[in-house]
């Protein structure tokens, strides 16, 4: 009943600037927090950063001051604006929500990911 599309991924030179978005559709009560995970060639997913309601954020510290989260809560949309782009950065991202559909509990979804590569 949720579905989460990202776009923006692609290659990027060190040092360059790349947007992902993400776009929430379906039936669904509320959204509790809308984020970004990423998952590197044999390593395990990790998060990048979470958006919670009240303007509440948190980073990984490994993108903490190059990254950045924000919502627009009437489209229903995440953004990851990335800066100062490594070749450490490379890897699939992902786009997650955690909703409440028809008023029942809270429960994390997941997009299908899009690939960032960082490469000169």
């Known amino acids: 009943q949720v579905q989460l599309e990202e776009s923006g991924g692609g290659l990027v030179q060190p040092g360059g600037s790349l947007r992902l978005s993400c776009a929430a559709s379906g039936s669904f009560f509320s959204i509790d927090s809308m984020g970004w995970y990423r998952q590197a060639p044999g390593k395990e997913r990790e998060l990048v950063g979470r958006a919670f309601s009240g303007e509440v954020t948190n980073y990984a510290d490994s993108v903490k001051g190059r990254f950045t989260i924000s919502r627009d809560n009437a489209k229903n949309m995440v953004y990851l604006r990335m800066n100062s782009l490594k070749p450490e950065d490379t890897a699939v991202y992902y786009c997650?929500?955690?909703?409440?559909?028809?008023?029942?509990?809270?429960?994390?979804?997941w997009g299908q990911g899009t690939q960032v590569t960082v490469s000169s």
């Open positions: 997650s929500t955690v909703v409440s559909v028809g008023g029942g509990p809270y429960r994390d979804y």
